[in-house]
Each structure stands twice: as structure tokens, then as C-alpha cells.
């Protein structure tokens, strides 16, 4: 599994060791650099473990010579995972290999090594779990569109004091046969009717530093929206394991059951941006209560799920309209700049979490996630319709059976002890974390039809052998220890779609334990280097 060392790379991970040799506290144990790097550039961090396990974040100042290591490595496009250690003694230890990734823990002890054997396998997507419309027809008028457009932008220059009709600072127009150019450049681009009809009138609004004619976002040229669409699947990085988290919930977005709780889907394409990382979306996949063209908001903030902004972009351009002609707006003439009050959702309402069940109870509708600490009786929750995430801690037991009742897809438990018979073939459950002393059962888990991912790395478990039965499993976080006691009793090394290592590791071991996967595919091989320090 680990290939030759190359001097190259071993010259470069010695530079870098030794300025994390030079820039560590007195006394400390050990420090070690965490990263990814990618055609783009390269990110991650130094963290320097004292004295009595105490973590101390070190410099991040190491992109030049990360993004050597990644050229050496010659992966192309992928993505380079990076690991580094050095120990008191100038020993120093490095792996890289594209199919690893890392997590690092708020304390020593608590990180995690991803090793993606199978890239092709992405995490479970909630929203593909929504039916369709049950109203196919796209919303939005164009005809209306226009007009409102028009209206709107004569209203705008009324209030900025600028000449009526002076509409020459809008991008020209496109010709019908442009935009049918550009939607075919993409072929999953289909524009609502509305929103190509606005593109024969303006083609956007100027982009960044223009008028953010849309709910204060600037409005793409049509190639500009081709062009992100396309760029580098962008809609897809929530779907991979590098940015997927096992509890990661995507929560419903209210009114309730209009979009596909999702963070990213090919259906959205985004037609503006606020300037911040978010975007205005035309929804072409909408849930089974919304219809095709509405407009949703997404982005940089809204990775527990997007927000339903307005039925249609006709109905965005008449909210502001509205707006406008009842005086809900600021004007900075000088900067001929407006703030237009719409109304419309800014942001998600943030799902429903109490420390105290029975005030959860009094709205079970709106209740979408329990996070509770202490003695907790969960019997008002039954029949919740939509609490997709529980998270209990602290109480010495809990009876988990009324959550046999709920659509529940992710349960992070931390007790003293822990009964998973209440879920038995539980119908929506996605992810389990337990952590607990007294040894736990995991034969409740065989069924669930919809289990994927594991973290039983805090867990006594007393019947590890059940997680080579479940059928379903892509994800199991363990300790290095359970992984061996897990390989012992099947008689086989079990290895889900990404197997994790969880707890402080060298490289060396990482490699080692990365080795009882190797399957003769040498695409995700690790790559091992070590050195010493004249310190």
C-alpha cells in the first residue's frame, strides 16, 4: 500500500517539519499538520498536543510548499489528503494518498482518518427520498415577467432620481437563438420560462458592483450561469465524503414540503449572487408540493438546507415591485444603491432544538431536531412529522422507543447506557453515534433499511461482528483496537465504502491499517515518508 519515498516530497515534508519543530511550545509531545490540497491550492492546519493531552492550534502558513507536495504527487484533478507528525525528537512521519481525508477533533484524541476506497459511492441524499410535483406544470408568467421588470425598473429610477426609460446601462439583450446556444451548452440547464423570458429583455444586470436588481443580488449573464453551473460540479462537493458530515442534516424549508431537503442538487441553478457566498436559484426539482421554476435561496449558509424564497421569479419581481410602491426601501442616491424591504426569507428558520421536551411538544410541526441534555422522557415526541435528528446526553438511560415513531434519519447518543431495541427495523434511520461505557447491542441495527453510517469509536460494543451484516453500510468510525477485534471475529477485514480510523495515529500507522483494505487497485494507494531532524 505504501509506495517508494521521493525525494522530492521528503526534502519538502523536512522543511516543514522542521518549521513545526522550530515553532512548537516547550514541552510539547508531539505536533502535526492536517491538510488537502487540489489544483486550486491547498489548505489545513498545525495543532501541538502539550503536556496532559492539552491541544494548542500552530501556524497555517504552509500553502506553497503543500501545493508542491501535490504537484509531485501528479493526481490531476483529485484532491490530495496530507498528513504530517513530528515527535520531540525530530522524528517526523508523513502520508498522503488521494483517498484520505481528515478530521480533527476539539481535543486530542477525537480525530477521525477517512479512507475513501470507493469515491464513486456518494453519501445518501435526503432529498432524493422526496416524490416529485404533484403539480408539473413550471410556474411564473414571462409575459408578466416583463412587465413587472419594466415596472420595476422605472419605479428603481424614479426613487434614484435618474432620467425615465434611461435603461441603457442594462446588458444588451439576447436573441433567442443565444439563449437556446447556451442552454444547450449545458445540457442539464432548463431555464422557467420567466426567467429566459428576462434574458430577451437584459442580459443580467452587470454583474458584481451593478444594481442587484434581484432581492439585492446581481443578477448572472446567462454564460456566467452556463459557466458555474458547469464549473467544476460545484452542486456536487455536499455529495462528497470530503465535505460530508454523518450528521449532517438537511432540514425542511418552510412553507414545508415545497423543496428537496438537500444542500446541492443538479435541479438548482443558480441565477444570482449576493456577494457572500449565497445564491438566488431557479428549483427545476422541486418536492412533492412545489412547483418547477420557483425560486430558492442556497449557498455558502444554507447547507442544513435551502430557503423558499417566492413561488416564481415572477413572483420575486412582483414582491419587489410591491415593495417599492409602499415605500419599504432605503435609498442612498449618492451611491445609487436601494435596500428593498420584500419580505421574502433571508435564512431558514433554524430548526426546532430544546433542552426541554414538552416545550418541543407544543408544536410537533415545526419540530425538526432535539438536542437535550439530562433525564429526558421522549414520549411527547411521538408521532413528531418531522424530527429528522435527536441528540440526547448526559442522562444515565433513556427510553428510546417513541422514536420509533418518527421519520428519524440521524441519533447521536452519549449516555451511560444504551438500549437500540426500540429501533429495530426503524424505516428512515440513516446515521448512529454512541457513546457509551456499558457494552452495547448492535443487533437492533442489522435491519434498518436505510443505516449507512457508524461511529462506535466511544462505544463498548458486544457484538462488533453485526456491522459485516449490515448490508447497507458505507460508513464505520472505529478505534484501531475495534477494527482488529472486528477483522478477528468475522475472520475477514470488512470494508465498507469508507472505513475510519478514529483516535490519535501516526502515519506509519495509518498505513498499516490502511493496508488490510488493499484490493490489488493501486488508485487509492497511500504513500509513506519518515526522516529525522538535526535538531
Request: aromatic share 6%; hydrophobic share 40%.
Amino acid at each position: 500500500m505504501a509506495g517508494e519515498q521521493n525525494s522530492e516530497t521528503t526534502e519538502m515534508f523536512r522543511r516543514m517539519a522542521l518549521s513545526m519543530f522550530k515553532g512548537a511550545p516547550a514541552g510539547f509531545r508531539r505536533t502535526s499538520l492536517s491538510a488537502r490540497a487540489d489544483r486550486h491550492g491547498a489548505s489545513g492546519g498545525v495543532t501541538n498536543v502539550l503536556a496532559g493531552g492539552r491541544a494548542r492550534p500552530g501556524p497555517r502558513d504552509f500553502h506553497q510548499q503543500l501545493s508542491r507536495v501535490y504537484d509531485l504527487a501528479g493526481t490531476g484533478t483529485d484532491e490530495l489528503g496530507i498528513e504530517i507528525v513530528v515527535d520531540p525528537t525530530g522524528r517526523f512521519e508523513a502520508v498522503t494518498g488521494r483517498a484520505l481525508l481528515s478530521r480533527r477533533g476539539s481535543a486530542p484524541g477525537t480525530e477521525q482518518c477517512l479512507y475513501v476506497r470507493r469515491p464513486d459511492v456518494l453519501p445518501p441524499d435526503a432529498g432524493d427520498d422526496a416524490p416529485g410535483p404533484s403539480r408539473a406544470a413550471r410556474s411564473g408568467d414571462p409575459v408578466e415577467a416583463v412587465q413587472l421588470l419594466d415596472r420595476y425598473l422605472r419605479k428603481r429610477a424614479a426613487i434614484l432620481g435618474l432620467p425615465e426609460g434611461d435603461l441603457e446601462w442594462l446588458p444588451r439583450p439576447l436573441e433567442p437563438a443565444e439563449i437556446d446556444d447556451l442552454e444547450q451548452s449545458s445540457p442539464d440547464i432548463t431555464l422557467p420560462e420567466d426567467l429566459r423570458a428576462l434574458y430577451a429583455v437584459a442580459d443580467g444586470d452587470g454583474g458584481d458592483g451593478g444594481a442587484r436588481l434581484m432581492d439585492r443580488h446581481s443578477w448572472f449573464d446567462l454564460r456566467h450561469v452556463a459557466a458555474r453551473y458547469r464549473s467544476d460540479l460545484w452542486w456536487l462537493t455536499a455529495a462528497s465524503w470530503s465535505s460530508h458530515h454523518p450528521h449532517a442534516v438537511r432540514y425542511d424549508a418552510s412553507p414545508f414540503g415545497l423543496v428537496r431537503r438537500s444542500a446541492r442538487r443538479p435541479g438548482w441553478i443558480p441565477f444570482a449572487e449576493n456577494g457572500g457566498g449565497d445564491f438566488l436559484a431557479v428549483d427545476m426539482d422541486p418536492a412533492e408540493g412545489g412547483r418547477p421554476g420557483q425560486v430558492i435561496r442556497i449557498g455558502r449558509n444554507h447547507d442544513d438546507g435551502p430557503v423558499h424564497v417566492a413561488d416564481s421569479v415572477t413572483a420575486l419581481l412582483r414582491a419587489q415591485l410591491d415593495a417599492l410602491e409602499r415605500g419599504a426601501y432605503e435609498c442612498d442616491v449618492e451611491n445609487g444603491e436601494l435596500w428593498i424591504e420584500t419580505g421574502l426569507p433571508k435564512r431558514r428558520r433554524a430548526a426546532l432544538s430544546h433542552s426541554r421536551v414538552h416545550e418541543a411538544a407544543a408544536s410537533l410541526d415545526n419540530v425538526q431536531a432535539l438536542v437535550t441534555t439530562g433525564e429526558t422522557d421522549l414520549e411527547p415526541l411521538r408521532g413528531a412529522r418531522r424530527l429528522w435528528r435527536v441528540c440526547l446526553s448526559g442522562a444515565t438511560a433513556v427510553e428510546l422507543a417513541p422514536l420509533g415513531d418518527v421519520p428519524l434519519e440521524s441519533l447521536e447518543l452519549d449516555l451511560a447506557s444504551v438500549d437500540l431495541a426500540p429501533l429495530t427495523e426503524h424505516p428512515t434511520l440513516r446515521t448512529v453515534t454512541v457513546r457509551t461505557a456499558a457494552p452495547l447491542s448492535l443487533a437492533p441495527l442489522r435491519d434498518c433499511p436505510r443505516l449507512y453510517g457508524l461511529d462506535l469509536s466511544n462505544a463498548a460494543v458486544r457484538d462488533i461482528e453485526t456491522v459485516a451484516e449490515m448490508k447497507g453500510l458505507l460508513y464505520l468510525s472505529l478505534r484501531h483496537e475495534q477494527w482488529l477485534d472486528l477483522w478477528d471475529r468475522t475472520g475477514s477485514p470488512f470494508a465498507p465504502a469508507v472505513p475510519v480510523l478514529a483516535g490519535t495515529t501516526t502515519p506509519g500507522q495509518l498505513v498499516e491499517w490502511a493496508a488490510h483494505f488493499a484490493d490489488g487497485d493501486q488508485s487509492d494507494a497511500l504513500h509513506y515518508y519518515e526522516g529525522q531532524l538535526t535538531v
